[in-house]
């Protein structure tokens, strides 16, 4: 198939017809975009001190070698196949609650780590070692139970009734494991398919305590840490430092957030089927500081609402003392966001996210947006100086919400500069399939660009092997994902 180049006015896409000027609704004056309150606009590309991906990596890796440093320091000697088998147990057990520590690093929401590595990496990060954190903890028990088993000379079932009814602490090691385990199953992929995310995220927060449960067990029995009081120091700090980290990122910040804030609902406008915009008061909102490309989690404090924080990206500039999200319906919270009413008092966290100018390297920027992936890259549009060219794919030319602020973003811009092109799924219209040649044919210098991504899963998908068939390089591509 080939690809069809419109001009941003793309016929066949129509204009929302709700759009009435608003604040929001499209830049405030010609020449250039203006943004009160978030970052400082930037003039172009920006120089960059290494990737903060690699730094957090890098220091999670040495930690690893710390505690490896901790066992080699407590051992003497490995003597024998039990002795082997239950200094494996000890490694696998210092490593599983080094695991722990990292695990709640990760999703602490430092904003260092946010805005650096972003949300959906750390989501991606946070699951992949909570498999192994959880397989290192079955295999502590496993070597532990045999390399015992085989010191005492007895069968593995009584060898397990001892352990965990006759040594101390051991009950309260047996509990934590049991219940990081259920965590694991629940957030197995066939299980959270099965579950609401409010059920998971339920289950998931049984995770802390079976961390204090691991965490007592591990530093009242753990061969490196009784009578060695220098080991036990380290650990403790490593687990009290997360913990306060976590209390504090995690509680004191948003309530002292809120607080000052004090969020409401302003307007709720109707922008396309099943889309809505939220629009946000409350006092001081530039002090958030919430950078283009960035997201809140939401809480919208209404009966049947109250209890969900759901993310929803910033779908303008921060201007004027209001903040908007625009937001499809696609669940029960999604949907509601239609009924909220002026003033409804609001508990937001964040900014969060990394998609935002400070990933740029080169002056041109292709925004690439599917459907409500819309929203972060609308923000991006309107701040971003330079080359930046918007393509939008949604399903019908009915469902491409805000398209008419986006084309009076790129009307009063120089032409060349700034432009977007609209396309749909039904071939009569304009369609672009997501092939190499297609994003070459619409716009030829893709490959020299930075690429800023958000859309559902197939189409981010496909938009990624588009893109490293067009030569633009992995990092260049900056992606975000709607789902943790
Ligand atoms: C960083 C980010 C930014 C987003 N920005 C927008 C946006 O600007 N506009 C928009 O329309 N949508 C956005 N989404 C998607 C939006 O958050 C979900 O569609 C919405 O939360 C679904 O909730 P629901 O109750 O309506 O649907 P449900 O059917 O209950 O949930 C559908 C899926 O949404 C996700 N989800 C639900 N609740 C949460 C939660 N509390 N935290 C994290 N994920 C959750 C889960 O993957 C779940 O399977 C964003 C998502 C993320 C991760």
Redesign the pocket.
């Known amino acids: 198939m080939t690809a069809v180049r419109p001009e941003h006015n793309a016929p066949g896409a129509q204009r929302n017809p709700a759009a009435v000027p608003h604040p929001h609704a499209g830049p405030r004056r010609r020449g250039g975009p203006r943004q009160r309150g978030g970052p400082r606009q930037r003039g172009g590309p920006r120089q960059r001190g290494g990737r903060p991906e690699w730094w957090a990596l890098g220091l999670v890796y040495a930690g690893g070698l710390a505690v490896l440093a901790l066992w080699w320091h407590g051992t003497s000697s490995v003597v024998g196949a039990a002795g082997w088998l239950t200094d494996a147990a000890r490694i696998t057990g210092l490593l599983a609650a080094y695991g722990c520590a990292v695990m709640l690093a990760l999703m602490a929401r430092v904003p260092a780590l946010e805005g650096g590595v972003g ?2 990496r750390l989501a991606r990060w946070h699951a992949a070692g909570g498999r192994y954190t959880v397989c290192l903890a079955v295999a502590h028990v496993l070597l532990v139970i045999w390399g015992y088993a085989l010191t005492s000379r007895s069968d593995v079932i009584h060898q397990t009734g001892t352990l965990v009814f006759h040594y101390p602490e051991m009950l309260k090691g047996t509990l934590g494991t049991l219940l990081l385990f259920a965590v694991g199953i629940a957030s197995m992929r066939a299980a959270r398919r099965r579950l ?3 059920t998971w ?1 339920l289950i998931h927060l049984g995770t802390y305590l079976a961390i204090f449960l691991v965490f007592s067990h591990q530093v009242a029995n753990g061969a490196q840490f009784v009578g060695q009081p220098l080991a036990k120091a380290f650990w403790y700090a490593l687990f009290i430092g997360v913990s306060l980290v976590l209390a504090w990122f995690r509680f004191v910040v948003p309530v002292a957030r809120n607080l000052r804030h004090r969020m409401r609902v302003a307007e709720v406008r109707f922008e396309s089927p099943g ?1 809505v915009s939220v629009y946000v008061t409350g006092r001081r909102l530039d002090g958030l500081r919430a950078a283009p490309g960035q ?1 809140f ?1 939401w809480r919208f404090l209404v009966p049947g609402m109250w209890w ?8 303008a500039p921060a201007r004027d003392g209001l903040l908007r ?12 966001l239609a009924r909220l009413r002026p003033g409804t008092r609001i508990w937001a966290e964040g900014p ?2 990394a998609l935002t100018e400070a990933r740029r390297s080169r002056r041109g920027v292709l925004l690439l947006a599917g459907g ?2 819309i ?2 890259l609308r923000t991006l549009f309107e701040t971003m100086a330079g080359d930046v060219t918007l393509i939008y794919l949604a399903r019908r030319p009915q469902d491409l919400a805000l398209r008419g602020e986006l084309d009076a973003l790129a009307a009063s811009s120089s032409a060349a500069r700034r432009r977007v092109l609209c396309f749909v799924d039904d071939p009569s219209e304009y369609s672009l399939p997501l092939t190499p040649e297609a994003l070459r044919a619409v716009v030829p210098d893709v490959a020299e660009r930075d690429v800023y991504l958000c859309g559902p899963p197939g189409m981010a998908d496909a938009a990624h092997r588009a893109l490293r068939g067009a030569g633009v390089p992995g990092r260049r591509v900056h992606h ?5």
């Open positions: 949300t959906d609401r995310y409010e995220h889309v997201f989690r969900a924080a759901n993310p929803y990206s910033l779908s999200i625009t937001v499809k319906a696609s669940g029960d919270h999604s949907r509601a969060y996210g409500v992936g929203t972060p975000e994902s709607f789902e943790f």
